[in-house]
């Protein structure tokens, strides 16, 4: 599909109804403002589209990077929120040298609330909060952004044999924590 | 005890020009650097019946380590092998209970928007 979208963009619209709702669904549930949530969308469909005519985008890698994209551009947009920045340049281009760069997928305030408050269970809340900021993130990835797991590996940048092992550790981390035992289902 | 004639560790000449016995020399306070040294180079004249100045030289060969206690763990991840956990039950209705609470989360953000 990503092939035929180099010189069809027809086909493109076809991968762009399909990640659409997905995409857009990611960056609303970190971004507030909605017109924001829809020029972010926006722009990561734009870059998919400039990618695929350079010829630097697989099938198979399509979804993991559009997810990545729209997470860059949620940072990059709160970067530009606290510097004033010229329109057409990048934030993260204009960051000082000896800045510490946060990782973008840091950046996940948002959503891991909006994931805790609708946890029902307030032991698992605790839990959840105890976990990691890496074993959060995936959890988030997967159970909130209900990424696949190609996509998770394309936007965590690991294999799927790493993905399988960090997943299982944080779920028996957040079982921990929330003392095993007590769990039950929803 | 005499002193040495031999050349000391950094190669200098011993500062009593007097002394001419080639005994034994005492161990340097400054550590050898590792590498052995040759009768040749303790005695430059080569002439018999010198002496060869031996000094002591730090093992090259460290002693082997203890085994250690701790158990490496490689970078590479470990396959977990779910079947055979006895919480496996447990973590499939935890995992069961966090995908229900994100399809309820989706759902509510989509009804929003």
Known sequence: MVARARADAQAYGT????????VYGFVARRVADRAAAEEITATTFQRGLDAIQAGTLRSETIGGWLFRVAANAIVD?????????????????????????????????????????????????????????????VMILKYLDDLTELELCGVLGVSAATLTVRLERALRALNAAAGGASIHAA | M????????????????????A??????????????????????????????????????VAPPL????VTVVDEAPVPIDRAADPNRGLLDLLANELAATGRRTRSRKAELS
């Open chain 1, 77 to 137: 947009r709160g970067q530009r929120g606290e510097r004033a920045i010229p329109e057409g340049v990048r934030a993260a281009d204009t960051v000082e040298p000896n800045a510490v760069r946060r990782d973008p997928l840091v950046d996940d305030e948002v959503a891991t609330a909006t994931f805790l408050a609708a946890l029902e269970r307030d032991e698992l809340r605790r839990a959840f909060r105890r976990l990691t900021e890496p074993q959060r993130r």
């Open chain 2, 2 to 21: 005499p002193r040495s004639s031999g050349p000391r560790p950094g190669g200098t000449a011993a500062p009593d020009p007097e002394s001419t016995s």
């Open chain 2, 66 to 69: 203890p085994a250690p206690s």
């Open chain 2, 23 to 60: 005994g034994p020399a005492p161990t340097p306070s400054v550590p050898a650097p590792p590498r052995a040294r040759s009768s040749r180079r303790a005695n430059p004249t080569g002439s018999a019946g010198s002496v060869a100045v031996v000094t002591s030289v730090p093992a090259l």
């Open chain 1, 15 to 22: 991968l762009y109804d399909h990640y659409l709702p997905r």
